[in-house]
């Protein structure tokens, strides 16, 4: 548990420093003189990157471990930063973003194994992944509102030069303090599917191969919802007095997400209608803002946060549970492929329909053909032989 401990460290301080760019990047890009359209695709970019890095990924955190993958994309992402306070024009930041978005596709595949990888336990895996959920939302509830205040406080260039160091000092850290869980003789009893090929899984199901794939259409919809939410709010902010506002708005999509992972009483419902659920809850939600009901934004994004807080952990759990036991890395590099394409759609389609149509339209169309074609079946295989988080 003591691997776990650091990494939640680890992540914890990981995501505050990439969730702190939200409210300041669009109006860095503005600065520089980019249009709305040219931030979609800077947005786009950087999500499509992110693709090679995941099948980078699921391949070789199967095979080489978790630790390697992580400090690798912390350091390189840091790295980056640096860099990008330097930039003097558009051109030249989606050029960044596009590496940042390669090598951060390591970050969420070798994190998510590595955590899976250490019990056999579904019951406990489910919590290390409600765990993760927590750290993740804990970090992005204070990072948009922080990152705008430094910008307010010390500008562009110096927040993200400081942002970078943070990420690279992490990343030394996770050299000494991270081990991969086949190290450890409790954590090395799941069996690797490369090294044991003809040792059959425990578990009924048998391979990765046997997810459906129409499952993987939901986090498509989730990212291109999330997308086009962080395209338009960003836009909102016109100064650097109203970039805090826009970070607050992010802060309070967190704390929503935050408010549904305390409630831990929701483990004990089955991870697919969870899943199922919130997704449609989603959905409705998205809707809510495109038709511009007469309730607060504020409300609105603190329902979205709140959907995001069952879905995501219900939907690792799931995969663990469909997985059969093995081959955690490709898995969840399928799954961040998903996230990858979804957030690519997104802000590309919002860029461009946006002087038309409200893309938060799109967000409810993505996640309403996205539920409504969610297998039904793996329901009634799923519940009777495992536990559920």
Excluded at 191 to 214: C, T
Excluded at 275 to 291: C, D, K, N, P
């Amino acid at each position: 548990m003591k691997t776990a401990i650091w990494l939640y460290l680890f992540l914890f301080v990981a995501f505050f420093d990439l969730h702190a760019q939200y409210p300041i990047l669009t109006p860095f890009a503005i600065s520089l003189g980019a249009a709305p359209s040219f931030i979609g695709l800077m947005m786009g970019m950087y999500s499509i990157t992110h693709l090679p890095g995941n099948l980078i990924a699921g391949f070789g955190v199967d095979r080489y471990g978790s630790r390697f993958f992580i400090v690798f994309s912390l350091m390189a992402a840091g790295i980056v930063l640096l860099f990008q306070s330097h930039v003097t024009n558009p051109w030249q930041l989606l050029l960044l973003r596009s590496i940042s978005g390669f090598v951060l596709a390591f970050l969420s595949p070798a994190c998510l194994s590595l955590l899976a990888k250490m019990t056999t336990d579904r019951t406990q895996q489910g919590k290390l992944m409600a765990g993760n959920g927590l750290v993740h939302t804990l970090a992005s509830v204070v990072s948009p509102a922080a990152g705008a205040y430094l910008v307010a406080k010390i500008g562009f260039a110096t927040a993200f030069t400081l942002l970078g160091w943070i990420l690279i000092v992490t990343s030394v850290c996770a050299i000494f303090f991270i081990r991969d869980a086949r190290a450890g003789s409790a954590q090395a009893a799941v069996p690797d599917a490369e090294q044991q090929p003809k040792e059959k899984p425990k578990l009924p199901l048998e391979q990765p191969a046997s997810i459906p794939w129409l499952i993987y259409l939901l986090p498509v919809a989730i990212s291109c919802a999330q997308g086009i939410l962080s395209f338009e709010l960003p836009l909102l902010a016109k100064t650097k007095e109203a970039m805090m506002t826009t970070g607050l708005l992010f802060s309070v999509v967190s704390i929503g997400a935050l408010v549904t992972l305390s409630m831990l009483f929701l483990n004990r419902v089955p991870a697919y209608q969870r899943t199922l659920w919130g997704s449609l809850f989603l959905a409705i939600v998205y809707f809510g803002i495109a038709s511009q009901i007469p309730a607060p934004l504020t409300l609105m994004l603190l329902l979205v946060g709140m959907a995001k807080g069952v879905i995501l952990p219900a939907l690792s759990t799931l995969l663990i549970e469909l997985s059969g036991g093995a081959r955690y890395g490709r898995t969840f590099s399928v799954l961040s492929i998903a996230f990858s394409i979804g957030a690519f759609i997104g802000p590309m389609a919002a860029g461009q329909v946006r002087d038309h149509l409200s893309p938060y339209y799109i967000a409810f169309i993505a996640l309403m053909i996205a539920v409504t074609l969610l297998p039904l079946h793996i329901s009634r295989s799923i519940p009777s032989r495992t536990h559920f988080s």
